[in-house]
């Protein structure tokens, strides 16, 4: 049997520090350490298996976690260390708030002790005593304590993921993430266009890893929350591009990317000798290789970086990114993609990330299509839908995809993670891929229409892509158009069989 040594004692001693109250730097994911507090956690979580973990609080942010022991530290004793890792106004409005409470804690404990020297005059110094302790120790009863830390730390929320999504599983996920050490942030300027659902958990995260961010919309108030986190403000796409080093681009479709490069005002207006654009955005091949060249002509650098996940995993930082072209470019850009996503690969020349997107979108939503197809004739037999999901969970089909779009069909919640008319948009470009490729994809091209009749109000469903069995699933995401369903979630298309 293994015997507890000197090292496994004082582990052990430090893990016995931490008691509800202190406060505390804590390491959350690749975010830089950041201050807050130990609290109760709610009846509901249950504590992750493994480690000792600690639930924190933590100051200027709504985010609330499991935290290892080794990823914490006492507040006081590191503090000096610990405020010059990170330089963003996010960060120093943290510092702000923790030592705000400390002084309002520091006021509320010298009044209540002027209070208990009052009451126990007369009475014997034991009782004074025994006042002065209780009013000093950081408790849940203590309730000017805790009402000084509220008027600092938002209501109690998750993650930012609702109460009903919550499970024991997505706080160790994210404890996992702990492990995954520092994002040490570039130097170089960042710039970001585009703050869709999958854009604006990118830009969080980037704020959030100390990086210099200037952000622009077509829609100019989305900025406004990240102007307050620390996000410069770019006037025009061309202002951006000329005043920061690398700029990501973060958009629709083709169109929309290529206005965005060419248009007024545009990035190749910005685009000089250095300057490096990354595009995340979703588009065909030959879109990619066209921005390529245009960018690579003024003197410019280029990367095509599709980014595969949802709006839930973007937030997270836990996107996957398929780059291809400049390869030094890639290397430059290493510390954002930490940033932003638990793994991204290079896959050579242009063209080639844009190509292997497609065919994993294309893969994506021929399953969800075929899954709203299965619970609809599920209930048609008789049969339980939840009991379905039950099974579908248990066995070879088991992933968080199933869980999640299952959940959405039984409950009627089609919150948009993956917009139904990105899967559709991706849908036509995979088919056409194939069809100048002369390959067969009557599986994408049933699945298309399908999601294009839910995305307008009309009956019209186009012509149908029959020449193959497999087209019906494209048939099913047109009908989910023609349904209005555009800016729900893709499991939406399930509406198609209702």
Known sequence: ?????????????????????????????????????????????????????????????????????????????????????????????????????????????????????????????????????????????????????????????????????????????????????????????????????????????????GHSVTVWSRTPNKCDTFVEDGAYLGRTPAEVVSTCDITFACVFDPKAAKELVLGPSGVLQGIGAGKCYVDLSTVDPETAQEISQVIISRGGRYLEAPASGNKHLSEEGLLILLAAGDRTLYDDCISCFQAVSKRSFYLGEVGNAARMTLVLNMILGSFVASLAEGFSLAQHCGLSQHTLLEVLSAGPTACALVEQKGQGILQGDYEPSSSLKHVQKDLRLAIAMGDSLHQQTPMAAAANEVNRSCQTSTNHVGKFHFMFPCCLQLQMFKKAKALDQSENDMAAVYRVYE
């Open 1 to 209: 049997m293994r015997t507890v040594g000197t090292r496994d004692r004082r582990v052990l001693g430090k893990m016995a520090h931490f008691k509800i109250g202190d406060l505390v730097w804590g390491k959350m994911g690749k975010y830089p350490p950041w201050p807050g507090k130990i609290v109760k956690s709610p009846k509901e979580l249950k504590k992750p298996k493994g480690k000792p973990v600690y639930f924190v609080k933590f100051f200027g942010t709504d985010d609330h976690a499991w935290i290892k022991v080794d990823q914490l530290k006492s507040y006081h004793l590191h503090k000096d260390k610990m405020m010059k890792t990170n330089k963003s106004k996010r960060f120093q409005h943290s510092l702000d708030a923790v030592e705000e409470f400390i002084r309002k804690k520091k006021i509320a404990g010298e009044a209540s002790i002027k209070r208990g020297r009052r009451k126990q005059e007369g009475k014997l110094p034991f009782a004074m005593d025994k006042k002065l302790t209780s009013s000093l120790i950081p408790s849940p009863l203590n309730t000017s304590y805790h009402s000084s830390f509220h008027d600092y730390v938002k209501p109690f929320h998750i993650f930012n993921i609702d109460h009903r999504e919550m499970t024991t599983a997505s706080i160790q996920a994210a404890d996992t993430t702990a492990a995954n050490g520092n994002v040490i942030p570039t130097s170089k300027r960042i710039g970001f266009l585009g703050l869709g659902l999958v854009g604006c958990g990118m830009v969080q995260n980037l704020l959030k890893t």
